[in-house]
């Protein structure tokens, strides 16, 4: 199994302002994910991120709005732009290996927008 | 409608009790089934997972898909307070990374002592 870290582990953002939410793995994985919790909803794929190729971006998602960076096999980011109040969710990243089944989530960035 | 249907809950049961968790689902072309067992303030752990049809055992917990139905279940026999825990159905048509895995919205489950 993966060990996942995330900073921050909560914030309160102003509107209009941006957070980005970094993704810690304590091993080498090839796809690393982010994920949408909102309460009362499903969790929802955001995007999927590959080392060295630009996020591919699920339907409903797009990459002005969460840029995400993934320099190495260890570590993504996730950018919330120009947050409102709807954007207050958690996030969280997973990996997996090919079968993702598997995949393990990180602790989720819990994000308030005022 | 959404692809996969949990019942939020909240579910309370004493301790020892069986607990029966439900999801409904719409796409006849998912095969695999997972569980996940979110605490407080945590991320997602896998708990269980089956493919297609048929029950699955693990320890306490019983995983059980009936396709023709479109209805998964997990059990959990002897109930815990350490069971408290939102539980999340998920599903897809395919294990492999890059396809889609459709979740519940998740069902709180409390064990009281």
């Known amino acids: 199994s993966a060990v996942i870290s995330q900073k921050p582990s909560r914030d309160i953002c102003q509107r209009g302002t941006s957070l980005t939410i970094q993704c810690q793995v304590d091993?080498?994985?090839?796809?690393m994910f982010w994920y949408r919790q909102q309460p009362g909803q499903s969790l929802t794929l955001i995007a999927t991120?590959?080392?060295?190729?630009?996020?591919?971006?699920e339907s409903g998602f797009v990459i002005d709005k969460f840029p995400i960076s993934r320099p190495n096999l260890t570590f993504s980011t996730l950018t919330v732009s120009n947050m409102s109040p709807e954007d207050s969710s958690i996030y969280l990243c997973?990996?997996?290996?090919?079968?993702?089944?598997?995949?393990?989530f990180g602790p989720g960035t819990r994000l308030t927008v005022t | 409608q959404k692809e996969v249907e949990q019942d939020p809950g909240p579910l309370s049961v004493p301790e020892g009790a069986i607990v029966s968790l439900n999801c409904t689902y719409s796409?006849?072309?998912?095969?695999?089934f997972m569980w996940y067992r979110q605490y407080s303030r945590k991320g997602p752990e896998l708990l269980m997972y089956?493919?297609?049809?048929g029950n699955k055992e693990d320890g306490r917990f019983t995983a059980q898909v009936d396709k023709s139905s479109k209805y998964i279940s997990l059990f959990i026999r002897d109930s815990q307070p350490s069971d408290s825990a939102t539980y999340l159905c998920a599903m897809s048509d395919s294990p492999h990374t890059g396809n889609q895995f459709y979740f519940g919205t998740g069902t709180s489950l409390t064990v009281i002592p």
């Open positions: 796409n006849s072309a998912f095969q695999y």
């Open positions: 997973s990996v997996g290996p090919p079968v993702r089944y598997e995949q393990y």
């Open positions: 991120a590959n080392q060295g190729s630009e996020a591919t971006y």
């Open positions: 089956t493919y297609s049809s």
């Open positions: 091993s080498q994985v090839t796809m």
